[in-house]
């Protein structure tokens, strides 16, 4: 069965702000990041997702170990000077789980409306940054972005 554009993202959150509800979170994040890149095999080391008349989405594959895979992902603007976001996001391929990792360069736009952010090791932090994966990846899979195979994401 193929999915369709509309079949790819009726995965909604309905977790509360507890460690149970962040690990759903990571749940859907994994379901979300195995639709943006189906066979991480095919991919190689680094990918540019171009839908049409959006904008190049990068994956860099950082590291790679029998059951994780560490990744950034970003968009380029200002002719590749810029990033944002850019988010480091180790994914769990035997637990399913993905998650944002704290040493994300999060300096070029601010997820909270504080003078400080949070600490990256508390649950705050987690939350928020992996609530944003999750809406990130959602809107780039609504774009038409995918890495591999071409027919998934259609």
């Known amino acids: ?10 995965i909604r959150f309905r977790g509360t702000r507890s ?9 859907n994040n994994y379901i979300y990041m195995r639709r943006l890149m189906p066979e991480r095999e095919s991919i190689g080391e680094e990918a540019v997702s171009s839908p049409d008349g959006g904008v190049d989405l990068h994956l860099r594959v950082m590291e790679c170990c029998p ?16 990033t944002a976001p850019d988010l480091f996001v180790r994914v769990y391929h035997d637990a399913r789980v993905a998650e944002v990792l704290p040493d994300s360069p999060l300096h070029h736009f601010r997820l909270w409306n504080a003078d400080e952010q949070p600490d990256p090791r508390s649950l705050t932090w987690r939350w928020e940054v992996n609530r944003f994966l999750n809406r990130w990846l959602r809107y780039c899979l609504g774009e038409g972005h995918h890495f591999g195979v071409e027919s998934y994401a259609r």
């Open 67 to 82: 059951y994780t895979t560490t990744l950034s992902l970003t968009h380029l603007f200002d002719d590749g000077s810029v």
């Open 1 to 10: 069965m193929m999915l369709t554009r509309s079949d790819s993202l009726d």
């Open 19 to 27: 460690f149970a509800g962040l690990m759903e979170l990571y749940e």
